[in-house]
C-alpha cells in the first residue's frame, strides 16, 4: 500500500514563484526522501532528511518534517521552467536485518510557467 | 553522483515472448537493487528487493514466476517478463543501494525501460 500522499496533486506557477508540495504518511520511518521525476525518465535524488531532523536546505531546495504529524514539505524557491517535473516523496523503513524499503506516494506534478 | 543504467531503455515485443531488462551500477557495488513498477501518472510500485547472491523478495500480489529476478553480481541486476501480455506494458525502474551505507538512504535510480507488449 501507498506511504506517502502528496499534495496538491497538481501544482501550476509562474517562474519566480516559490512552490510548495507536501506529503503525508502513516507508519514510522528512518528518513523521508524527496526525488523528482522528469517525463518518462528515472528519478533524481533531491533530499534526504532523517526521522530525528526537523529541516534541511539544499540550494533552492527546503524540506521540513514533523513527525508528529507524519508530514513533510518539500519547498522549491525562485522556480524556474527546468523545474517542471513530478516530484515524489518517499518513505525510508528498515523493518530489520537487510529489510529496508522506500515506499513512494503518488507525486505531485509541478509546472513552472516562464 | 553512483550511476545506475538500465538497458533497454525502450522495447517492444509480441505477445507471449521473454523479455529481460538489465540494471547495472556502472561505478559502485550494489549490495541491494530494488524494482519497481509505474504506470502513467501513477507512483513506483514496488515489485522486489533482491540482494547480491540470493533470491528476491517479492512483494505481496507480485508473481515471482512471471517476473524473475537475477541478482549474479554485485554490479548486475536482471528483470526477466516471462509470456508477457498487454497488461505487462508498464515502465520499469531499477534502484540500487551502495555497499557500505547501510540499511538506509539514498537509492539510485536507472532511468527506466518501458515495455510495450503488443
Known amino acids: 500500500s501507498q506511504q506517502g500522499e502528496e499534495d496538491p496533486q497538481a501544482l501550476s506557477i509562474q517562474e519566480g514563484e516559490n512552490a510548495t508540495m507536501n506529503c503525508s504518511y502513516k507508519t514510522s520511518i528512518n528518513n523521508l526522501q524527496w526525488y523528482r521525476q522528469n517525463s518518462g525518465r528515472g528519478l533524481v535524488h533531491l533530499i534526504l532528511?532523517?526521522?530525528?531532523?526537523r529541516e534541511k536546505h539544499s540550494g533552492r531546495l527546503r524540506v521540513t518534517l514533523d513527525t508528529s504529524k507524519k508530514s513533510s514539505s518539500l519547498l522549491i524557491t525562485a522556480s524556474r521552467a527546468a523545474d517542471t517535473a513530478s516530484y515524489f516523496c518517499?518513505?525510508?523503513?528498515?523493518?530489520?536485518?537487510?529489510?529496508?524499503?522506500?515506499?513512494f506516494g503518488k507525486g505531485t506534478l509541478l509546472t513552472v510557467n516562464p | 553522483g553512483a550511476v545506475v543504467s538500465q538497458h533497454p531503455s525502450r522495447v517492444i515485443c509480441k505477445s507471449g515472448t521473454s523479455v529481460k531488462i538489465e540494471c547495472r551500477s556502472l561505478?559502485?557495488?550494489?549490495?541491494?537493487m530494488f524494482w519497481y513498477r509505474q504506470f502513467p501518472k501513477q507512483s513506483l510500485m514496488l515489485m522486489a528487493t533482491?540482494?547480491?547472491?540470493?533470491?528476491?523478495?517479492?512483494e505481496q500480489g507480485v508473481e515471482k514466476d512471471k517476473f524473475l529476478i537475477n541478482h549474479a553480481s554485485l554490479t548486475l541486476s536482471t528483470l526477466t517478463v516471462t509470456s508477457a501480455h498487454p497488461e505487462d506494458s508498464s515502465f520499469y525502474i531499477c534502484?540500487?543501494?551502495?555497499?557500505?551505507?547501510?540499511?538506509?538512504?539514498?537509492?539510485?535510480f536507472g532511468e527506466g525501460s518501458r515495455l510495450t507488449v503488443l
Open positions: 518517499a518513505t525510508g523503513l528498515n523493518s530489520g536485518g537487510s529489510n529496508y524499503k522506500l515506499t
Open positions: 533482491s540482494n547480491e547472491g540470493s533470491k528476491a523478495t517479492y
Open positions: 561505478d559502485f557495488q550494489a549490495t541491494t
Open positions: 532528511i532523517r526521522s530525528n531532523e
Open positions: 534502484s540500487a543501494r551502495a555497499r557500505g551505507t547501510g540499511n538506509t538512504g539514498e537509492l539510485f
